[in-house]
């Protein structure tokens, strides 16, 4: 995960000089004489990095358009923070300051995730972020599905 302005231009680099790297590689198996689905075989492993670095870049875009994902579980509400902080263009020590707390337990946490927080920390973050967190509580599928075929409301 990209947390801050300096790890997002070097996802950028790396990113680039990824892609360079596979158009060689391509041509170089294509040069060897390999077989189409050989070259695509063999290239398998570096497209799916450059597929993962380009959906965290995409991610750390977005948030900082204050685009953010839909969280499904509560235990991805620690992302939520993260991106929230990102949105609002603010560094872990400035977090840290607003929380009165150091540099390092904030990003210990970001590194985890905020992976085991309390919910009164996580409202504090918020407060400290300025934000508010809004939860909807819905029905499972598979009951509105059931609900649906028996014909029974929706």
Not at 4 to 21: I, K, P, W
Not at 22 to 36: E, F, N, Y
Not at 94 to 106: D, K, N, T
Request: aromatic share 4%.
């Amino acid at each position: 995960m990209i947390r801050s302005e300096a790890e997002y231009q070097e996802a950028r680099r790396r990113l680039d000089q990824d892609r360079d790297v596979a158009d060689r590689q391509r041509d170089a198996l294509v040069a060897a004489g390999l077989p189409a689905d050989q070259v695509e075989r063999a290239m398998e492993p570096l497209l799916s990095f450059q597929a993962q670095l380009a959906e965290e870049i995409e991610w750390y875009e977005n948030v900082r358009r204050r685009n953010f994902p839909t969280i499904r579980r509560l235990t991805q509400l620690g992302q939520l923070l993260i991106a929230l902080r990102i949105a609002n263009g603010l560094t872990q020590r400035e977090v840290a300051e607003r929380l009165g707390i150091s540099e390092s337990v904030v990003s210990r946490d970001e590194r985890n995730e905020y992976h085991g927080i309390t919910l009164e920390r996580a409202q504090r973050v918020l407060d400290a972020l300025d934000e508010t967190v809004t939860a909807r509580v819905e029905e499972p599928s598979a009951q509105v599905e059931r609900r649906m075929a028996a014909g029974v409301g929706g």
